[in-house]
């Protein structure tokens, strides 16, 4: 079965810093998808990022970026030029057949 | 326009009652999903539904029961409610069930449900 991981319950840094979230999972899929989604406190879920485990390159949305490491099995997203509008809730979600959510890491930027 | 609604947002009741929650999807898509998240904010999918037709059914209680009348609905139906089923439900739905990086899922707002 597939799990995933995010072993960071909370992190906080400062408005305009770069911040990067864990993400590590198990599959013995060679297929898949990964996704970071966000959950601010309006509670609405949002897909920030996403990237297909067959493409080498990393996704880059604007300032949210990834790092793949597929041999790792590992999928950590970076936030650069961190602002007060990225507080949130962001899991790390892994997609084969169906959608496995890690357990969150709760981001808090500070002014 | 709202993509994905749920109603109501905040449903609060007692033990032993039987509730529903409504889902909606404007957006034309195949597959809806409801998902669970409790009180620690892990979020676990409940039931999937493709052209009314359940093709996702995770290890729920019976007395949660899905039911898609068109696939632009899919209802959640909870029946003698239990202090455990207190969580944020949400919606969701995708063009179809297949497992596709474009395949993304619309989340609702989410319900939440207090039982007392």
């Known amino acids: 079965a597939q799990t995933v991981t995010q072993s960071q319950p909370e992190m906080s840094v400062q408005e305009a810093e770069t911040v990067t979230l864990s993400c590590t999972y198990d599959?013995?899929?060679?297929?898949?998808?990964l996704f970071w989604y966000k959950q601010p406190p309006s509670r609405q879920m949002i897909l920030v990022i996403r990237?297909?485990?067959?493409?080498?390159q990393n996704a880059t949305e604007n300032r949210f970026s990834v790092n793949f490491q597929k041999a790792a099995k590992s999928f950590s997203l970076k936030i650069s030029d961190s602002q007060l509008g990225d507080t949130a809730m962001y899991f790390c979600?892994?997609?084969?057949?169906?959608?496995?959510f890690g357990k969150g890491t709760r981001l808090h930027i500070l002014p | 326009d709202t993509a994905v609604s749920q109603t109501p947002k905040y449903l609060v009741t007692q033990m032993g009652n039987d509730k529903s929650i409504k889902c909606e999807q404007n957006?034309?898509?195949?597959?809806m999903y409801w998902y669970k998240q409790d009180s620690k904010k892990f979020l676990k999918i409940m039931f999937s539904?493709?052209?009314?037709?359940?093709?996702i059914n995770e290890t729920v209680p019976n007395r949660f029961s899905p039911k898609s009348p068109d696939k632009a609905h899919l209802n959640l139906h909870i029946n003698s409610l239990e202090l455990g089923d207190s969580a944020v439900y949400f919606c969701?739905?995708?063009?179809?069930?297949?497992?596709?990086?474009?395949?993304?899922?619309?989340f609702g707002p989410g319900t939440r449900l207090t039982v007392l």
């Open positions: 969701a739905s995708s063009q179809d069930r297949l497992a596709d990086i474009y395949n993304e899922q619309f």
């Open positions: 599959t013995s899929e060679s297929n898949y998808y």
């Open positions: 990237q297909e485990a067959y493409k080498q």
């Open positions: 979600a892994f997609l084969r057949d169906k959608i496995i």
């Open positions: 957006l034309g898509h195949d597959t």
């Open positions: 539904y493709n052209n009314k037709e359940l093709i």
